[in-house]
């Protein structure tokens, strides 16, 4: 018996051809769509640079990455406290690439009509790739506003925050030639309730704004423990206050801050999050004493936004592999998005992603428009709101988009598992949900001119009875203050569908207006794949596909 005709038991098949080298910008016809409706399209050689690097070697460097988590190394071989953290080569490839692009400083270095929009988009499609390297990058974007409040420092820090040079070396500021920043409020016996923070701060000579303290505390959660330097809060006579802490003292020597631990979590793997003690810890005061919220949130303000950005696109990511899944696997003889229920899922799905990047984009323009008193207020509430509702999607959409994979979805050759598992951090970082929800509440009660700022944005409908509808019922849903703390949930969710469908509506394109009203305002469905007859399934499932 020839034993050799039995070696090759089946020919394959109906497999799905990889989705490799594509230009994430050029095939998202959305995202080139809201970043110009918003002042952003100057940058589109820019984006369309970065989008054919992110889906080509980027991609590759975000799985490599996260095959290769960071190791703590506490001591040197000889024994000597070192306090090092060590990456794979692939995760400074992807800062180097990010820096490069000006995700951390381009708004800053080149402020103007689309600014924010523009770096919006770079960090929507870095994200697509590998979001634990984003970390870093967002915060030292971020850290800019808060520093500032304090110009001594900032004149020596800023400019290497602004450098596009990624610099990884463990050195002092003045011998780099770049600089991150990271961030360590949280303690364990507070979580978000910072005020119960212990850490207490000790002036070295006359102390006050500007001036050198020594740190004494820990910190339960400490991102990005190899950054230059971390805004951080202490205790003081006064009250909390914002410190800057560097990684070395100003005699070159490693300053009293030391990694007890990383975190091992759920996600976000490539980036490492650690547990530190400040043991007499050289740093100094940013802003007023006594008033470390109110300077620090100059900064969460910002990395709030990037949530939105972390989840809407890792929304998109997952609807990309899905739709193209669906545009080339047959069931039954026929492709599978040509079939009517899976038309529905991924229209359902379309929906979902662009609605998600409709607002942060909005975002976007009211940071870009800060002098603007309107955009002001519209920020302030919108920050919450997006990070909120956008960021509570982001799980379920992408287990759906999963799901249209079936069991290649699950497996770790897709990008898909690492994206489910990414996608909670951004509703727990930087305050969880009730925390958004009741800051929304805080914001509309307690700052004048809010509310009248919401309705002037929401209007009458813009021209649709069913928006006009629940618009009229937001509205008598905040005339009822009995138990609106219980209710907040409910109603920063409907805030944020009325946005949604606001912004959608003036987009001006009907098919994707209509399909969002009539499945999120008017719809009775509660999974995906539950919209309403009568909606241009083909369309929305064409625009969100990558090589439509």
Request: proline share 5%.
């Amino acid at each position: 018996m020839n034993l050799h005709q039995y070696a090759e038991t089946h020919e394959v098949t109906n497999q799905v051809p990889p989705l490799e080298g594509i230009n994430l910008y050029h095939t998202d016809l959305p995202l080139r769509q809201w970043v110009h409706r918003f002042n952003g399209d100057w940058a589109d050689n820019e984006l369309a640079a970065y989008g054919q690097l992110a889906g080509g070697p980027l991609m590759a460097a975000g799985f490599l990455a996260n095959e290769n988590k960071p190791v703590f190394k506490s001591h040197d071989r000889v024994g000597n406290r070192i306090d090092l953290v060590e990456f794979h080569p692939a995760y400074h490839e992807l800062m180097s690439a990010g820096i490069a692009h000006g995700i951390t400083s381009a708004p800053w270095t080149r402020p103007g009509p689309g600014a924010h929009v523009a770096r919006a988009a770079s960090m929507y499609l870095h994200n697509q790739i590998e979001a634990g390297s984003c970390c870093p990058m967002t915060m030292t974007y971020a850290c800019v506003p808060a520093l500032k409040l304090q110009p001594d420092l900032a004149e020596k820090w800023l400019p290497k925050i602004l450098s596009r040079q990624y610099d990884p070396r463990n050195l002092p500021i003045e011998q780099k030639t770049g600089a991150t920043i990271g961030m360590a409020m949280t303690e364990k016996q507070g979580g978000t309730d910072v005020r119960a923070n212990t850490t207490r701060a000790y002036a070295v000579g006359l102390g006050g704004p500007g001036q050198a303290y020594e740190l004494v505390g820990h910190k339960w959660f400490c991102s990005a423990p190899m950054c230059d330097a971390f805004l951080t809060l202490a205790q003081t006579d006064k009250g909390l206050t914002c410190f800057l802490l560097p990684r070395h003292r100003t005699d070159g020597t490693r300053n009293q801050f030391y990694i007890q631990r990383l975190k091992n979590k759920l996600g976000n793997q490539a980036n490492a999050s650690s547990e530190v003690e400040f043991r007499g810890a050289l740093a100094w005061m940013v802003g007023e004493e006594g008033r470390g919220v109110p300077t620090i949130i100059e900064m969460v303000s910002m990395t709030r936004f990037d949530c939105m950005i972390g989840s809407s696109s890792l929304m998109r990511q997952a609807l990309t592999q899905a739709s193209h899944h669906c545009a080339y696997r047959t069931v039954g003889g026929r492709v599978l998005a040509e079939q009517p229920l899976m038309q529905n899922v991924l229209a359902d799905l379309a929906l979902e992603s662009e609605a998600a990047l409709a607002l942060t984009m909005r975002m976007g323009k009211a940071i870009d428009s800060a002098h603007d008193e309107h955009e002001e207020k519209f920020a302030r509430l919108v920050t919450a709101i997006g990070k909120y509702w956008i960021c509570k999607r982001a799980p379920a959409m992408i287990n759906e988009a999963q799901e249209c994979l079936g069991g290649a979805g699950y497996v770790e050759e897709s990008i898909l598992p690492r994206l489910y598992r990414e996608a909670p951090v951004n509703s727990i970082w930087e305050g969880s949900g009730n925390v958004q929800c009741l800051d929304v509440l805080r914001a509309l009660s307690k700052e004048p001119g809010v509310l009248e700022v919401l309705f002037g944005e929401l209007g009458d409908g813009h021209g649709d009875a069913q928006l006009k509808h629940h618009i009229e019922r937001i509205k008598a849903d905040f005339r009822d203050t009995d138990e609106i703390q219980y209710r907040a949930r409910q109603l920063t969710e409907d805030v944020a569908v009325a946005l949604q469908a606001k912004l959608l509506l003036e987009a001006g394109n009907e098919v994707v207006s209509d399909a969002f009203i009539a499945s999120r305002i008017a719809g009775r469905g509660r999974a995906y794949g539950t919209l309403p007859r009568g909606i241009d399934v083909a369309a929305l499932v064409d625009r969100s596909t990558p090589n439509s």
